[in-house]
């Protein structure tokens, strides 16, 4: 596979523009939305902006957690939840 093998076309990163992600900083895992998406000398990387707090910052794929598969539950009253979502509405 060529270095030219591995870019991304810009029509192929449009997708990621919106969309729901978890993002790793350090020992937290936080809910973000993609603003941007680029190809940056070969590597994919994406502009996060946090649901809840501010600000924006590029990263790179790596970055990401893996969404989980199994039904999730509410930390206070194990409701069911939507996946990765922590606390349900009635706890809130």
Known sequence: MTNHDQRNTASELIPAVGAQVLVR???????CKVLDA???????????T?????GAQWIELGRL????????????????????????????
Do not use: H, M
């Not at 900083?25 to 809910?31: G, N, S």
């Not at 979502?85 to 009635?90: E, F, I, K, Y």
């Open 25 to 31: 900083f350090e020992d937290l895992a936080v809910r």
């Open 38 to 48: 680029k190809n940056s000398w070969g590597k994919v990387r994406l502009q996060i």
């Open 50 to 54: 946090p649901y809840e707090g501010l």
């Open 65 to 92: 957690v893996a969404e989980p598969t199994e039904p999730a539950a509410c930390a206070y009253c194990t409701t069911p939840v939507d996946a990765g979502v922590v606390v349900c509405a009635r706890c809130r």
